[in-house]
């Protein structure tokens, strides 16, 4: 199935000529039919020559409905562009031209009609040289008559071409069906319509509201007034809802795969129309169905930055139209640079940001991004549009390969300053690495360590950076000269005072090995533990703590967290009566 959207001004018979073409009414409303005018969108389809289905959205052309049209051309790949023989070229004909052009739309056909009216020629030549200066550029031409069917045929071969040279939808895509329709069934409940673009819908399927983010189940699925159970881009589609009222949906609403669109009211896109300078401060921004207002903000020449009334689901290099209500003008389209651009807080950041912009294309580029983001994650990427194919640096986190290695230097020069600064310190804080290095998460830093950098304990230290500072250093010498020879005898609170090895300065000694800490204020020489061992094996086996105080030589304050330190390491076993005895040689 292909989808084609007409196009052009009011009453050069777009609706005739899909009523001819498809023996359906495209009309919906009897305020239409009425008036012999459209107003809102319209569908009907048709099988070609070839035995494929066309369906048409046909649009309305009064200028006071081109709201409505872009709601239809929007999602659609391919238009047909009707002109009246009998009146030629004319502006909502150009206007109609201009947004088809806005929106990037490559395929197309040209329909002269009421050629029973008037020779089709001179509109044929006109509407010709109109389009070739376009996005469509050189197109094929029909001339018919939807009263007579002259031509119909012709049309039809036409068409026939037309959708067989359409590029193929991206059915594995995920979906993003912007909503056209939106009604009660009885029975049934609400229902939306859209044009499928990309992706497949299965009854069943879990899908978000782009307005809310609220979740929808599909209900029911139809296509071409049959029930389906998938339907597989492109395709015109009806979606009957499960866990949504109709008056929580309008024209413009999208649903989409869950987690994988962003939606922005901010973004930055490159103009293709009028000069960004000359644009008006507010405008309406038409993407897929929905139109929103848009404030605007110039960068560079063709570069603008807009801010929503309401976020939309956008992608990179998504194209859209801009638009002047008031003035019945098409400003330019627009194509879609950066959904998550950077704030404009300092001075000259617009002149940046637009230098930044004239590099890019709207096409999504992995490498590009994250040289300019540094550092995202992946799955902020593929909300984006972008595809990643790089592997995390650190759970989904991506990196910028130059950047990550200019933090890796940075890490390893901030550990060192730390040490300096703080010598008494086991290491830098993680968090305190994370804010120095202007990090989002706390994994980034752990993440960014090579040896002989080491995390212990929440802290970052260098394995090499185990010697003490003098200070520390020469209290430990003069400990070890007072108590050299009495191993077991731990310095009271006092002594160690007055030698300077305050609660950070034995702490500090304990990491780097100088001291063994047995308790709070009780430290031994760090050769204690073997010189124990082989003190307590030479007692009769098992001993009591008394027996091991007294062949110590020191008090109950030491002898007690010691004999339990030896317990820990398996040196020796307490036993039931609370005797001990050692298990393992003088070399434990």
């Not at 009523?19 to 305020?31: C, K, Q």
């Not at 289905?53 to 200028?63: I, L, M, N, Q």
């Not at 994650?377 to 194919?389: E, H, I, K, N, Q």
């Not at 690495?433 to 090579?450: G, Q, Y």
């Amino acid at each position: 199935m292909w989808v084609v959207a007409t196009a052009g001004h009011v009453d050069h018979g777009k609706s005739t000529l899909v009523r001819a073409l498809t023996g359906m009414e495209p009309d919906r409303w009897a305020e239409e039919r009425r008036r012999g005018m459209t107003i809102d969108l319209g569908f009907a389809w048709t099988a070609l020559p070839s035995g494929g289905t066309v369906a048409f959205v046909d649009v309305p052309g009064h200028e006071r409905f081109v709201p409505n049209m872009l709601a239809g051309v929007g999602p659609v790949p391919a238009a047909m562009l009707v002109v009246a023989a009998d009146e030629g070229w004319m502006p909502q004909s150009a206007e109609h031209l201009a947004a088809l052009h806005a929106l990037g739309v490559a395929h197309g056909l040209l329909v002269v009609t009421r050629a029973d009216l008037a020779d089709p020629a001179p509109a044929l030549a006109q509407a010709r040289a109109e389009i070739a200066a376009t996005s469509l550029g050189e197109v094929p031409a029909v001339a018919v008559s939807g009263v007579t069917g002259a031509g119909l045929p012709e049309l039809r071969a036409a068409l026939d071409r037309l959708v067989a040279g359409l590029p193929d939808p991206a059915r594995d895509a995920p979906v993003r069906l912007w909503v056209d329709r939106a009604f009660t069934i009885r029975g049934s409940g609400t229902v939306v319509t859209g044009t499928l673009g990309g992706g497949r819908l299965r009854v069943g399927d879990q899908l978000d509201l782009a307005g809310t983010g609220e979740p929808v189940r599909v209900r029911g699925l139809h296509c071409l007034g049959t029930a389906r159970d998938e339907v597989a881009a492109v395709a015109r589609v009806a979606v009957n809802l499960r866990g949504v009222s109709r008056d929580r949906l309008a024209r413009g609403e999208a649903l989409l795969t869950p987690g994988r669109f962003h939606r922005t009211d901010l973004l930055d896109v490159r103009l293709a129309g009028d000069p960004a300078a000359d644009l008006p401060a507010t405008l309406t921004l038409h993407v897929g169905a929905a139109a929103v207002a848009a404030r605007v903000r110039p960068l560079g020449p063709d570069t603008v930055r807009l801010r929503l009334a309401r976020p939309l689901p956008l992608l990179i290099g998504d194209r859209a139209v801009l638009r002047d209500p008031g003035r019945h003008h098409v400003a330019g389209g627009v194509t879609v640079l950066d959904v998550a651009p950077p704030p404009l807080a300092r001075r000259g950041a617009a002149v940046a940001r637009a230098k930044a912009l004239a590099e890019l294309d709207g096409r999504p580029d992995l490498a590009g991004e994250l040289r300019r983001r540094l550092l995202v994650r992946a799955g902020d990427l593929t909300r984006m549009g972008v595809p990643v194919s790089t592997p995390p640096v650190a759970g989904d986190w991506l990196a910028d390969p130059t950047h990550w290695r200019r933090l890796a230097g940075r890490l390893t020069a901030e550990v060192s300053r730390y040490a300096r600064e703080h010598p008494l310190e086991p290491g830098v804080p993680v968090e305190a690495l994370r804010h120095r290095l202007d990090l989002p998460d706390r994994a980034l830093v752990a993440a960014l360590l090579t040896p002989p950098l080491r995390l212990r304990a929440g802290r970052v230290t260098a394995a090499a950076v185990d010697a003490l500072p003098e200070p520390v250093s020469r209290a430990v010498a003069r400990l070890r000269a007072e108590f050299g020879d009495r191993p077991f005898r731990a310095p009271e609170a006092e002594r160690l005072a007055d030698l300077g090895l305050g609660p950070r300065e034995i702490g500090a000694a304990v990491r780097a090995g100088a001291l063994l800490r047995l308790a709070e204020n009780v430290v031994l020489l760090p050769g204690a533990v073997d010189d124990a061992v082989r003190v307590l094996a030479r007692l009769p086996q098992p001993f009591t703590l008394s027996a091991a105080r007294q062949a110590l030589d020191t008090t109950r304050r030491v002898a007690v967290p010691l004999l339990e330190l030896l317990d820990r390491r398996g040196a020796t076993r307490r036993l039931p009566d609370d005797a001990r005895e050692v298990v393992t040689g003088p070399s434990a």
